[in-house]
C-alpha cells in the first residue's frame, strides 16, 4: 500500500472515530436534557403530611388485620428460635458437622427462591388473605414433620419446607399492612407487627428451651417442634376471617383524593417483567444490593451463635434459650423509639428516613463484632441485645420505605425480590460461608470475617441509594395521575379507546437511556408510520410495545387494558405482534415448519387451522411448502415472517423494516399484503428506512429523533415538511435503529 493510501486509510479512520465521538457526545447532551421526574413535597403521598396518631392509623385499618399477621410471625419466631437453640442437640442426635447443619439452617434460604417468587404470583392473582391462610397451615404440617426427622436430608426436606410455607411473609404482609394504613403512620404500624415478632423472638427461645429441658433424653428437642406446630392452626383460622384492604388504597387517597374505581380484567402481572421493571427503580436496587449484603450477616448470626454459647462458654439448651430471649426483648423497646422518628423523618424528607435505616444497620454489625470480642457472656449479650435491636429497627423502617418507592401493583413482586436478595444471594450462601470459615478459623472467628463487611456495605448501599427516593416516589404519583387522567378521559361521552396507547414512556439500556417521555395513540383500523433517522429509537419503541423491553417509566394499554407488565408471550396471545426485519425465519427448517414454529402457542388442531388461513394469503409459499427457508429468495423469506406473524391473528401488527435489504418489485408486492390488511381493518405500526414506501401506505406518521416524539400528524404533512423528510432520507444511508 502506498504512503498516500495510509495517509487517506488513516484520515478516514480519524474522521469515522470523530464522528463517532461527536454522535456519543451528542447522545449524552441529549439524556442531560431531561431531568429527573420529582414532584414538590406536598405531591408526594405521606410528605409534608399532618402527624397521623398510631390510634388513629389502627383506627382506620382495624386492630384485627396487624394483629392477626404480626401473630403469625411471632409463631413462626418460635419455630425459627428453636432451630437455632436446639441446632447443638440436632447436631449431636443425627451426628452431622457444622458445615452440614449450617446448609440446613440455610436452607430457609432457597425457600424464597421456590416460595416467594411463585406466592407473590398467587398474591397478585387472588386474595392475599387466603394466600396467607393457607401458607400458615402448611407451615404447621411441615414444623410437625421437622420432629420427626431422623436424618439429615429428610432434616433438610423438612425445614425446606418449613421455609417455603412462610415464604409467604414478605409478599403478602407487608403489601397487606401497606394497604390497610395510612402512610403518615406506616413505619409504627410495621414496628407492631414487626415487635409481636420480636416478641415471638424472645418467647421462642425460652419455650424451645423450656420443652428441651422439661422432657428427658437426648432427642428431647423433637417435642419442641411437635408442640409449636399446634400453635400455627388458629392463626390460620384467624387469618382466612380478615378483611382485605383495596391495592394502593392509601396512595390514591392521597394522591387523588379518593379510591380509583377498580380496573376490568386486569392482565397477571408476569415475574420477569415485573422484575425487570423493580431493578430499574434506582433506591430500591441499591436497597436491594444492601439487603444481599446484609443476610451474610442476619443468617449465620443465629445458627453459629449458638453453636459458639454452647462451645466457647458451655451453655445448655435451657441457658441458651434465657440468652436468646434477653438479647431479642429490647428490640420492642428500641421499635416504639425507631418507628415513630422514622415516620417524622419520613413525613419531613424521605432520603433521611433511608439514610438512618443505613446508619442503624452499620452500627449494628459493629456492635456485634464488639460483643464477640468481649470476654464473658454477659458483656457479649449486652452489646448483641443493643446490636439486634438496631438490626430490627432498620428492617422494619426500611420495609416501609420501600413500599412508597414500589408501585402498588408491584409490591408483592418487590417483597419476593427482597427474600431472593437477602436470603439466596446473602442468607444461604452467608450460612454455608461461615460454617466452611468455622471449621477451618473457628466460630467467633468465623462471624466476625462475615459480619463486619456485610453489614458495613449493605447499610452504606441502603443509604447510597437514598439521594434516588424522591424521584422514585415521584413516578409512582406520576402513575396515579396518569391513570386517573385516563379514567376521568374515558367517562366523557366521545371518549375513544386506543388500540395501542403509550403514556410517559421511558426506557434504557443499562445506564444508557434510549427513549425520552414517548406518547402515542394508535387507533382500531388506523396505519401508522414510525419513521425518523437512525438512532431514533423507533426499533427500540416497537420492542417496548411488544413485550421485549421494558420500560423505566410509563404505561403501555391495549384497547384500554394495562399490559405494562404483561409477558410478551401474554402480548402475543391478546393480539400484539411483532414482525422483525431481516431474519425472522429458520433457515435450516421447511416452509411447514417454520409455520409449526410460528404457530407454538397453540393446540394441534388450531395451529393447522391458522397455519392454512395464513399460507393462503401467500401463492407462492403454498407452491413451496417443503422448500427449505434458506432456499427462498429475500422476497420469499420476507413473505413467510409476514406469513408466521398473521398465524396469531393480530389485533396490531407491528412490522418493522418490510422493504430491508429487498428489490423494488419485491417490495411492491409485499406492500399489496399491506395495504389488503389494511383494508380489512387491522391495526398496524410500520416502521421503514423508506419515505415513500411508509407514506404510500400509512393514515398517520409519527416521527422520532433521539428518543422522543418530534411530529405526530397527518402522513401527508410530514412530507411537506422539508425539515423532518430530510431527516428521514439522510438517515436511511446509515445502517440500524436505536
Known amino acids: 500500500m502506498s504512503a498516500d493510501a495510509d495517509t487517506r486509510a488513516a ?89 452440614v447443619i449450617a446448609a440446613i439452617g440455610g436452607a430457609f434460604g432457597v425457600l424464597f427462591l421456590v416460595g416467594s417468587i411463585p406466592i407473590s404470583t398467587l398474591a397478585d392473582r387472588h386474595p392475599r388473605k387466603l394466600v396467607a391462610g393457607v401458607s400458615m397451615a402448611l407451615w404447621s404440617v411441615f414444623v410437625f414433620w421437622t420432629g420427626f426427622a431422623r436424618a439429615a436430608f429428610w432434616l433438610f426436606l423438612a425445614r425446606l419446607g418449613v421455609g417455603i410455607s412462610q415464604s409467604y411473609a414478605l409478599p403478602v404482609n407487608g403489601p397487606l399492612l401497606a394497604d390497610g394504613y395510612p402512610i403518615e403512620a406506616r413505619s409504627r404500624v410495621f414496628a407492631i407487627h414487626g415487635g409481636m415478632e420480636v416478641a415471638g423472638r424472645a418467647a421462642g427461645p425460652l419455650i424451645a428451651g423450656g420443652i428441651a429441658g422439661a422432657i428427658a433424653g437426648p432427642e428431647s428437642w423433637r417435642w419442641a417442634f411437635w408442640l409449636i406446630a399446634f400453635a400455627g392452626i388458629p392463626v390460620a383460622i384467624a387469618t382466612f376471617l380478615l378483611k382485605e384492604p383495596r391495592r394502593g388504597r392509601n396512595e390514591m387517597t392521597a394522591v387523588l383524593g379518593s379510591e380509583l374505581a377498580p380496573a376490568t380484567a386486569e392482565l397477571p402481572v408476569s415475574v420477569s417483567v415485573a422484575f425487570e421493571r423493580l431493578r430499574k427503580i434506582r433506591s430500591f436496587h441499591f436497597f436491594l444490593t444492601g439487603m444481599a449484603a446484609l443476610g451474610f450477616a442476619l443468617f449465620s448470626i443465629p445458627l453459629f451463635m449458638n453453636l459458639y454459647l454452647e462451645d466457647h462458654f458451655g451453655l445448655s439448651a435451657w441457658h441458651r434459650g434465657i440468652f436468646g430471649s434477653a438479647i431479642a426483648a429490647p428490640g ?209 419503541l416497537l420492542r417496548v410495545i411488544s413485550g421485549l423491553g421494558v420500560p423505566s417509566r410509563g404505561v403501555i394499554r391495549l384497547h384500554g387494558r394495562t399490559i405494562t407488565y404483561a409477558e410478551p408471550e401474554l402480548r402475543a396471545r391478546i393480539g400484539i405482534v411483532q414482525l422483525m426485519g431481516g431474519n425472522a425465519v429458520f433457515g435450516s427448517l421447511s416452509v411447514d415448519e417454520n409455520m409449526r414454529m ?89 416502521v421503514e428506512q423508506s419515505l415513500n414506501v411508509a407514506l404510500s401506505i400509512a393514515d ?37 435503529d436505536g
Open 11 to 99: 484520515g478516514s479512520a480519524a474522521s469515522l472515530a470523530a464522528t463517532v465521538l461527536a454522535e456519543e457526545a451528542r447522545r449524552q447532551e441529549g439524556q442531560r436534557g431531561a431531568p429527573a421526574v420529582v414532584l414538590p413535597d406536598d405531591l408526594l403521598p405521606g410528605v409534608g403530611a399532618d402527624a397521623v396518631s398510631l390510634r388513629q392509623a389502627i383506627r382506620a385499618g382495624g386492630a384485627a388485620l396487624v394483629v392477626t399477621l404480626g401473630m403469625s410471625r411471632a409463631i413462626d419466631s418460635f419455630d425459627l428460635a428453636a432451630i437455632s437453640v436446639l441446632a447443638p442437640d440436632i447436631q449431636k442426635t443425627l451426628h452431622v458437622s457444622d458445615a
Open 332 to 540: 420492642i423497646a428500641a421499635l416504639a423509639i425507631a418507628a415513630p422518628r422514622t415516620d417524622r423523618l419520613f413525613r419531613r424528607s424521605p432520603p433521611a428516613a433511608l439514610v438512618f435505616v443505613g446508619a442503624m444497620i452499620g452500627a449494628f454489625g459493629i456492635l456485634m463484632v464488639v460483643g464477640l470480642a468481649m470476654p464473658n457472656v454477659w458483656l457479649l449479650g449486652v452489646f448483641f441485645a443493643l446490636g439486634t435491636a438496631l438490626s430490627q429497627c432498620a428492617f422494619v423502617s426500611v420495609m416501609s420505605v420501600a413500599n412508597a418507592v414500589i408501585p402498588y401493583r408491584l409490591r408483592s413482586r418487590g417483597a419476593a425480590m427482597v427474600g431472593v436478595y437477602l436470603t439466596v444471594f446473602g442468607g444461604f450462601v452467608g450460612a454455608v460461608l461461615t460454617g466452611l470459615l468455622a471449621e477451618a478459623v473457628g466460630r467467633r472467628t468465623a462471624m466476625i470475617v462475615v459480619i463486619l463487611p456485610s453489614t458495613v456495605i449493605g447499610g452504606a448501599l441502603i443509604a447510597f441509594g437514598a439521594k434516588y427516593v424522591r424521584n422514585d416516589i415521584s413516578l409512582c404519583v406520576e402513575e396515579l395521575i396518569e391513570e386517573k387522567a385516563e379514567a376521568d378521559r374515558m367517562q366523557e361521552l366521545d371518549a375513544q379507546v386506543a388500540a395501542i396507547q403509550v403514556r410517559n414512556l421511558d426506557f434504557s439500556y443499562g445506564n444508557v437511556q434510549i427513549l425520552f417521555d414517548v406518547n402515542l395513540d394508535v387507533h382500531q383500523g388506523e396505519t401508522v408510520a414510525l419513521l425518523g433517522t437512525n438512532g431514533a429509537g423507533k426499533s427500540t
Open 598 to 686: 410460528g404457530a407454538f402457542l397453540y393446540d394441534a388442531p388450531d395451529a393447522r387451522r391458522r397455519s392454512e388461513v395464513s399460507l393462503r394469503r401467500f401463492p407462492v409459499l403454498m407452491e413451496r411448502r417443503r422448500s427449505l427457508a434458506k432456499d427462498l429468495s429475500g422476497g420469499q423469506q420476507q413473505m413467510l415472517a409476514l406469513a408466521m406473524a398473521l398465524i396469531h391473528e393480530p389485533e396490531v401488527l407491528i412490522i418493522d423494516e418490510l422493504s430491508l435489504g429487498l428489490a423494488p418489485v419485491t417490495v411492491q408486492g409485499l406492500l399489496q399484503i399491506v395495504r389488503d390488511l389494511k383494508e380489512q381493518g387491522l391495526t398496524m405500526i410500520i
Open 700 to 736: 398517520r406518521a409519527i416521527f422520532m429523533e433521539k428518543g422522543q416524539v418530534k411530529f405526530d400528524g397527518p402522513a401527508q404533512e410530514l412530507a411537506q415538511r422539508d425539515d423532518l423528510a430530510r431527516a428521514v432520507f439522510l438517515g436511511a444511508a446509515g445502517a440500524g
